[in-house]
């Protein structure tokens, strides 16, 4: 699971550029200029991420980059509870289990995928594990 997505940002007739996402057709802004654009772009993928939590909807993996858009990544915090959650998701007594064997109170472990709530990034970490996942962060050059 990626939580790096392409958007596309489009020349806006007052200046700066629109911002869209065909993976989350919601994802919509725009920026003064590149940078502000990708920046937005990044908050508004964490919004819409964190508002497909809270509804109990699909989190679309990533596409392919086209040659006309650029990349934008989900915060770090919101990546991990979205990777939890879709570890998570549809599994009856996943709460429990993960209760019993991270010796966390089921109240934690809501916690953890409410997407609001400041978990540590560690305790998400022992979580995904639990799971059968590895967190693996990745470093790149901005170009």
Not at 60 to 76: D, F, G, L, Q
Not at 104 to 117: A, I, S, T, W, Y
């Amino acid at each position: 699971m990626q939580f790096t997505y392409p958007v596309l940002l489009t020349t806006a007739d007052e200046g700066g550029f629109v911002v869209s996402c065909r993976d989350l057709p919601e994802v919509v802004t725009q920026g003064e200029d590149l940078e502000d654009a990708i920046d937005n772009a990044e908050g508004a993928l964490q919004a819409a991420i964190e508002y497909r939590i809270e509804q109990d909807m699909d989190i679309p993996a990533s596409s392919r980059r086209k040659k006309n858009e650029h990349m934008a990544t989900v915060p770090i915090l919101t990546a991990m509870k979205a990777a939890l959650y879709l570890a998570t998701r549809g599994k009856r007594g996943m709460n429990a289990k993960l209760s019993l064997a991270l010796d966390l109170d089921e109240k934690e472990v809501r916690r953890m995928l409410d997407p609001h709530h400041a978990t540590k990034a560690t305790t998400i970490e022992r979580a995904l594990a639990v799971l059968g996942h590895r967190l693996i962060v990745s470093v790149e050059k901005i170009a």
